[in-house]
């Protein structure tokens, strides 16, 4: 028997009507799909309702794959497509597999011989890259900084370090109550010379996105508490 596809789905990542943001392709595919991979059930119907309002919520079949799923449950929650059928596998927001529990089932697909199928849609990580002008050539994505200050600000040192050593961009999240506590460290840690991309609230309509140096930022504070931001760092020395 020929297995079915995984199906990664974008959601939104803001309060707007989602075909702004989600393309056809995707409601597509969820309308022909009634196995879901989700993090959460109610964000996941929710999602699923507002892409294929007409689509029968009872008749879907939800699975969770979450911090509390173990390894041994990963083969139960791809028998559906070893039986032929399709399945979406859904973030909370966002890109699914990136910054996100998804990727382990990913993994396990393809130890099954199971094609995955990446759909388009919105990224926080990819639009701050985008819109940060710094070097999109060359980045990485290093995920959560330390909690512990000590420790975050060696981490926001080793970074410029090699942002400065390699001209790669450095770009990194922080759970947003703690994103002013962060900011002030970024300030503190970081050299006066080096860029700071904040990005806030993306797609939102109070959506902040700017890139300055340290120093710039030392006159500015925007309100990061509470709202999803990615931050990113270049400490290229630029020609112009």
């Not at 993090?39 to 939800?62: H, M, T, W, Y």
């Not at 909370?92 to 130890?111: E, F, H, L, M, T």
Request: charge should be neutral; charged fraction near 25%.
């Amino acid at each position: 028997m020929e297995t079915g596809c995984l199906y990664l789905i974008p959601s939104l990542i803001a309060d707007v009507p989602p075909l702004e943001v989600i393309p056809l392709s995707v409601k597509k595919v969820i309308d022909s799909t009634q196995h879901f991979i989700v993090e959460n059930e109610k964000s996941g119907r929710a999602f699923i309702k507002k892409i294929v309002p007409g689509k029968d919520q009872a008749a879907l079949i939800i699975h969770l794959l979450n911090k509390f799923t173990a390894d041994s449950e990963l083969d139960d929650l791809l028998r559906p497509c070893m039986e032929g059928h399709p399945v979406g596998l859904i973030s909370d927001a966002g890109a699914p597999s990136v910054a996100d529990p998804g990727s382990s089932i990913v993994s396990r697909a393809y130890q099954r011989n199971i094609r995955v199928s990446p759909l388009s849609g919105p990224s926080s990580i990819l639009m701050a890259v985008m819109a940060s002008g710094m070097n999109g050539q060359d980045f990485a994505f290093v995920g959560y900084i330390p909690i512990d200050r000590a420790e975050r600000r060696s981490r926001l040192r080793d970074l410029e370090r090699h942002s400065r050593k390699t001209g790669q961009s450095q770009f990194f999240m922080e759970t947003p109550y703690r994103n002013d506590k962060l900011f002030e460290d970024l300030l503190a840690a970081l050299s006066s010379d080096v860029r700071l991309c904040v990005a806030r609230h993306i797609s939102h309509s109070d959506e902040f996105i700017r890139t300055m140096t340290v120093g710039q930022w030392a006159h500015q504070k925007p309100d990061l508490h509470k709202q999803p931001t990615i931050f990113g760092l270049d400490a290229r020395t630029l020609g112009f």
